[in-house]
């Protein structure tokens, strides 16, 4: 069946590392994939997407890497600001209506 | 810069009553769902409205459950007998259509007692 899930629960980084967030999918015919913040109390927030036909896309500070082959995908975070500590979810879009498939979330924390 | 609405923020209820969470999708918006998140865990989906109808539900949307657009703004949850395990936040999302980028609303805490 369809799963996302994520191999790490929390990532601890300093004020200005980089930060990696990664997140497998089992389901080989999902063709697009976000990345969602979720800071506490709020609702996810869109930070980036990719479709199967990139292998990466950037953003802002936020770069995610797909790849199709071990059905992996990530999430860099540059120079990780406090403003970045959240929860990250990957999601899979799934079904013709297009819902969202959560994966497990990992929790960001940035120590100063 | 249009974003989803929800109210209540919170609402707390006894267990076998009934509540109606309430969503104001982005007004030019299509596609609308609901998910939920207990606490602590992954965000789930539950149903994807789209014409006035339901699209798609999930296992955890059963015959308690009910979705509404009673008029062109609102877009409403209904819970018809509340249980312990009903006790998460429930999101609300909207979108344009096709894959387009799903807009969050804060989200109301449902808490059963």
């Known amino acids: 069946g369809e799963s996302v899930g994520l191999h790490l629960p929390t990532l601890s980084v300093q004020e200005g590392d980089n930060s990696i967030i990664n997140c497998a999918y089992s389901?080989?015919?999902?063709?697009?994939f976000i990345w969602y913040k979720q800071e506490s109390g709020k609702g996810p927030q869109f930070i980036i997407d990719i479709r199967s036909n990139m292998d990466k896309r950037q953003g802002q500070r936020v770069t995610v890497l797909l790849n199709k082959t071990v059905k992996h995908l990530s999430l860099q975070i540059a120079a990780t600001q406090p403003g970045d500590s959240a929860v990250y979810f990957c999601?899979?879009?799934?079904?013709?209506?297009?819902?969202?498939?959560f994966g497990a979330g990992t929790r960001l924390a940035v120590h100063p | 810069e249009p974003e989803v609405t929800q109210t209540p923020s919170h609402q707390v209820t006894q267990m076998g009553q009934e509540v109606i969470l309430r969503c104001v999708p982005i007004?030019?918006?299509?596609?609308f769902y609901w998910y939920r998140q207990i606490l602590g865990q992954k965000v789930e989906f539950l149903v994807s409205?789209?014409?006035?109808?339901?699209?798609?539900k999930s296992e955890i949307f059963d015959d308690q459950f009910s979705v509404e657009r009673p008029d062109g703004s609102n877009f409403t949850l209904k819970i018809r007998s509340t249980k312990l395990e009903d006790s998460a936040m429930y999101f609300c999302?909207?979108?344009?259509?096709?894959?387009?980028?799903?807009?969050f609303g804060p989200g109301t805490r449902l808490t059963v007692l």
């Open positions: 389901n080989s015919a999902s063709d697009y």
């Open positions: 409205f789209y014409n006035n109808e339901i699209s798609e």
């Open positions: 999302a909207s979108t344009s259509g096709g894959v387009d980028e799903q807009f």
């Open positions: 007004s030019n918006h299509l596609y």
């Open positions: 999601a899979e879009i799934g079904g013709g209506y297009n819902k969202l498939i």
